[in-house]
């Protein structure tokens, strides 16, 4: 099985990437963020400690809707039957992989996972993925959006920090200083409105009084006239 070789073994602990939250266990849907494969390590066999033996792992990281990532064990790379690789790809894509299948491909790809939490022998507790099986028809978009996550190794660090800034410029544009001006217009323009009929009231009013008045003008004028 002919798989190629995606990242080297440094920014992180051997074979696999430094993940410091806890995933929440149960069943979630989860997007591949990125494949590792780690060439021609040295360990002793686990049949004969005193072997040292050389192959050749790789594992799967996965982010979770809400926000933390889990990875996968170490997964020998072969095309036998028997192997996790194999298994593991023939769940998750519904088919089994074929000669000269590349995991690369499975990056961006949607999972389905089934997570529980286990204590290691030095008593830390940890999650661990027991099943990878294919996004249901119908509920792709549960799937997470794979540019929300930064990897540990330090790719797509650009990708986290551009979210917070259209919340930041949505603040200013709702400012109150456009309605001010609306305001006082139509305070404006309700001012002048209110004494006109208060002008027109009392004007009414006198008008038997001046009627009066006008008699007593117009009278003097013709018998000043012999004067």
């Given at each position: ?14 074979t ?15 997007v ?5 494969d ?54 998750w ?11 690369k ?23 661990d993925?027991s ?26 660090q ?55 008045m006008?008699?007593?003008?117009t ?9």
């Amino acid at each position: 099985m002919a798989i190629l070789q995606q990242s080297s073994n440094t920014g992180g602990p051997i074979t696999g990437w430094p993940l410091t939250t806890l995933a929440p266990q149960g069943q979630t849907f989860a997007v591949c963020l990125a494949v590792k494969d780690s060439m021609n390590i040295q360990r002793p066999s686990y049949e004969d400690p005193s072997i040292i033996e050389t192959k050749n792992f790789t594992r799967f990281l996965f982010g979770l809707p809400d926000g933390t990532m889990i990875q996968t064990g170490e997964m020998t790379i072969s095309l036998n039957e028997k192997s996790k690789l194999f298994k593991t790809l023939t769940s998750w894509n519904g088919t089994m992989p074929f000669s000269g299948f590349d995991t690369k491909t499975m990056v961006g790809k949607g999972a389905t996972l089934n997570i529980i939490h286990k204590t290691s022998q030095k008593g830390r507790e940890y999650a661990d993925i027991s099943a990878i099986m294919p996004v249901m028809a119908g509920m792709e978009n549960q799937i997470p959006d794979r540019s929300r996550f930064s990897i540990p190794s330090g790719e797509n660090q650009n990708d986290i920090t551009l979210q917070p800034a259209p919340v930041q410029q949505i603040a200013p544009a709702s400012t109150v200083e456009q309605p001010q001006p609306m305001q006082t217009e139509m305070q404006a323009n309700v001012v002048p409105a209110q004494p006109v009929p208060a002008v027109q009231n009392p004007v009414q009013q006198p008008a038997p009084q001046q009627q009066t008045m006008g008699t007593q003008f117009t009278g003097p004028n013709p018998t000043n006239v012999p004067f």
